[in-house]
């Protein structure tokens, strides 16, 4: 061996060989334990580089493992530990403990234990316990691990090697205690079966109507309650002091009270608080209201239906019954007897003594005619109002109606103006002489009227079957027409006597003899006058009076008019020309007054006359005389 050192320098001076030499490298692990253990293999262990070498580490008896160090950091409470391919030194440390163990102690209401809680024992050692008692209590019983050992004032744990319960248990020093007697009567009868409840206990009376309750602790104001099925149950206090106690009871017959109330729309018979006694039985009678109906019954709070009567049989407990009501609702039916004819509204549901609006609106070609209800007739007015109290049915009735147009002419063409009378309406013409009228009911001979001023009427009937209809009508031209009015007169008092005249066309003259009765009116020329009424302005110049001239034995009773115009004028409708006064004499009665005609001590004819404005004689004319009442 030339050199230990890896590293080797030397001066060359011959030829040299060196072998260099190996081995493996030892590595120390030093083993080390505390008090109350070792550790296996112990001090400094050599080991091989790259070897595994384990220790084992083992407490003795009443201690166990508190740590492991390695190298100084601990691997834990490790029983054993490897080191695996060492390749450096390295150390191990086991510590150890004794043992401890936990004494729960606790103790019930009524007194205490010392030590209490979790008291801690190291393991070997011994622990006493002292149980005491409160003022007025005494230990019942201690319990060591959940084992009786009798009522004990105290407890030792020897040489304790696990861990332990003690429990100690304390009850009230019973004080002294009575019975109480009560003896339950009712009208100096013993009630038997009666129960009391007293002092948290429930006992039934004997025949002899008594029961005994033992062990009464003292007190005051103790309270009990007897009852019994049939009675009214009785409560009072007793106070139990020094002694037994006796507590007698007179019970009373029983009644109960069944409420009975309804509500609105409605009454329930008999109502309020009644009173009924025990094992009687009661009933009621529920009512609505007009209008309304029975919702529900509630007996006690659960229902029985809609029921109009309900009755407690054997009423052995109170009761309650509530009757509540409702509106009655109706049902409105509405149709049509032709297919769509029209349309109706207003049918639906309705509360009773609701105000039901029914409207019927006919279609195109039809026409209604009345609502039926049953085949009766309800009304003939398409809006209809009714309260409702009942469900109601009913039909609209329509018909299938048409037009009728009139085409009104005369021998010139149209007649513009001509009133038309038909189906219950009046219309007029227009330019082209018609008049239509719609929504008109089928129907055979159904009468129409035409007039206009200056034509005859004109009247005729026509059928309306299943379309609708042009009726044309040819009016002719009317006669002249003289009305005297009818008018009334007071004895001694002038008169006017009023003369109309219509259907007249482009008058320029006229003439007018009136024939009165002597024996009503008198009449004079110097006492004649002549009232002229617009249109026609009368030339005052015109007018003749034909006295002188006449007959003799007509003089007192005929007045001639002769009326020139100004101006032409047309009458074609009905019209005042002239008014005549007349002096009524002191009579009462009635005389017809008349547009005559006679015969002139000329032998000139007279008569009533109208002239147009060519000078031609109108006539013949119609002549409507007039009766005058006088009222003396």
Known sequence: MVSTNSNYSFEVTEDSTYVASFSKKIYIISASSGNGGTIDPYGEIQVIHGESITFDISAADGYEID?????????????????????????????????????????????????????????????????????????????????SIGPKTGYTFQNITSSHTIHALFE?????????????SSESAPVSGATVSFNGEQLATGIDGTVTFTGVIPGNDKPYTVSKTGYQSKSGFVDVIDRDVTVNVELSRG???????????????????????????????????????????LVDGSSVGKVSSYTFDNVTSDHTIEATFKKKTYTVSLSVNLPDSGILTGEGEYYHGETVNISAAANQGFKFVNWTENST????????????TS????????????????????????????????????????????????????????????????????????????????????????????????????????????????DIESISAIRIVIQFDPAYF???????????????????????????????????????????????ADLSGEQEILRVKLKAKSITGQS???????????????????????????????????VITINQ
């Open 67 to 147: 740590d492991v160090l390695v190298d100084g950091s601990s691997v834990g409470k490790v029983s054993s530990y490897t080191f695996n391919n060492v390749t450096s030194d390295h150390t191990i440390e086991a510590t150890f403990k004794k043992k401890t163990y936990t004494i729960v102690a606790t103790a019930g209401s009524g007194g205490s234990i010392s030590p209490s809680g979790n008291v801690v024992v190291e393991h070997g050692a011994s622990k006493s316990f002292t149980i005491t008692p409160d003022s007025g209590y005494f230990i019942s019983d201690v319990l060591v691990d959940g084992q």
């Open 377 to 388: 007739v309800i009304s003939e007015s398409s809006d209809y109002s009714f309260v409702v």
């Open 522 to 568: 008198t009449w004079s020329q110097s006492t004649s006058s002549i009232q002229f009424i617009e249109p026609l302005a009368l030339d005052p110049t015109g007018i003749l009076i034909w006295g002188s001239k006449m007959p003799e034995d007509l003089k007192d009773e005929i007045i001639d008019f002769s009326v020139a115009l100004d101006h032409v």
């Open 391 to 502: 469900d109601r049915s009913f039909t609209a009735n329509f018909i299938e109606v048409f037009s009728v147009t009139f085409i009104v002419s005369d021998n010139d063409g149209f007649v513009q103006g001509a009133s038309v009378e038909f189906n219950g309406e009046t219309k007029t013409t227009d330019a082209n002489g018609r008049a239509m009228f719609e929504q008109v009911v089928p129907g055979n001979d159904l009468p129409y009227a035409v007039k206009k001023g200056g034509y005859s009427d004109y009247s005729g009937t026509l059928d309306v079957v299943e379309s609708n209809v042009e009726e044309y009508v040819t009016l002719a031209k009317a006669a002249p027409t003289l009305i005297i009015d009818d008018s009334e007169a007071i004895a001694n008092n002038d008169v006017w006597i009023s003369i109309r005249a219509k």
């Open 172 to 184: 009230e020093t019973p004080p002294p205690v009575f019975n109480v007697t009560f003896v339950v």
């Open 592 to 626: 017809t007054l008349h547009l005559a005609e006679y015969t002139a001590t000329t032998g000139v004819k007279v008569r009533n006359q109208i002239i147009d404005k060519n000078g031609k004689d109108l006539g013949p004319m119609q002549l409507v005389p007039g």
């Open 255 to 297: 009644s109960y009270t069944i409420v009975a109330t309804a509500g609105s729309g409605g009454s329930i018979s008999p109502s309020g608080n009644v009173v009924v006694e025990h094992g009687a039985s009661k009933s009621f009678t529920i009512t609505p209201d007009s209008g309304y109906e029975i919702d529900d019954v």
